[in-house]
């Protein structure tokens, strides 16, 4: 019998991704999108913080499926900005999405920062919410330095302006592939595979 797992995004990049994942380790869970389902209405991301946002949209998802669902929600924290933008990441600017806006009004924060204090960190929560009514969300960070300039063409939103820890290029000069198996969201994504495994698998007793 196989289950199905809604994951709450158009985004086919993190469909692939999450496939890829759990096509070797939980045999019989098949995972669609928002585009595979009936339209529902999706709430603001009201939360203060990213466990709230993705348990948020998880919730929901399953409201309006009955389908078991996971939703992420991710972004930038700097440590000279006390942990901002945080949640904010995608409307930083002030208009919700606008990557290029978002990351020049970041690097004019931080222009007077010297470079050994311009750290920060990728943060993705991965929330699993079932109609039974079992929850489970967990966190991962991708720790790195913000630099002054853009570079690299891979990747969206802050990814050309971060170097990673022990890597001297940016997440947007990473190959898919690589980025995906050490960012803040596929090591979530990771974590959180077993978790779906003893809550979803098929046949579990």
């Given amino acids: ?16 991704e999450l496939r890829r994942l759990l096509s070797a380790a939980v045999p019989g869970v098949e995972v669609v ?3 595979d389902v009936d339209d529902y209405p999706e709430a603001p991301e009201t939360g203060a913080t990213f466990a709230e946002n993705a348990l948020l949209k998880a919730r929901e998802a399953v409201r309006y499926t009955g389908l078991p669902a996971i939703a992420d929600d991710s972004g930038l924290t700097v ?20 990557d290029d806006a978002n990351t020049a009004l970041l690097l004019g924060q931080i222009a007077d920062v010297p470079d050994e204090r311009r750290g920060g960190a990728f943060v993705c ?13 967990l966190d991962r960070q991708w720790r790195g330095t913000v ?9 969206f939103g802050y990814d050309p302006v971060f170097v990673p820890e022990g890597l001297d290029v940016t997440s947007a000069e990473l190959d ?29 007793s």
């Fill in 176 to 204: 898919p592939a690589e980025k995906d198996a050490r960012s803040h969201r596929g090591q979530a994504f990771a974590a959180l595979v077993p978790v779906i495994a003893e809550v979803l698998s098929p046949g579990r």
């Fill in 147 to 155: 630099i002054r300039e853009k570079r690299g063409s891979n990747g």
């Fill in 125 to 137: 929560a991965a929330a699993l919410v079932t109609p039974d009514g079992a929850e489970r969300v």
């Fill in 79 to 98: 440590d000279a900005l006390n942990g901002m933008p945080g949640v904010l990441s995608a409307r930083w600017s002030g208009r919700h999405g606008d």
């Fill in 1 to 16: 019998m196989t289950v199905r797992l809604l994951l709450a995004t158009r985004n086919a990049g993190k469909l692939a």
């Fill in 33 to 35: 999108g928002l585009a």
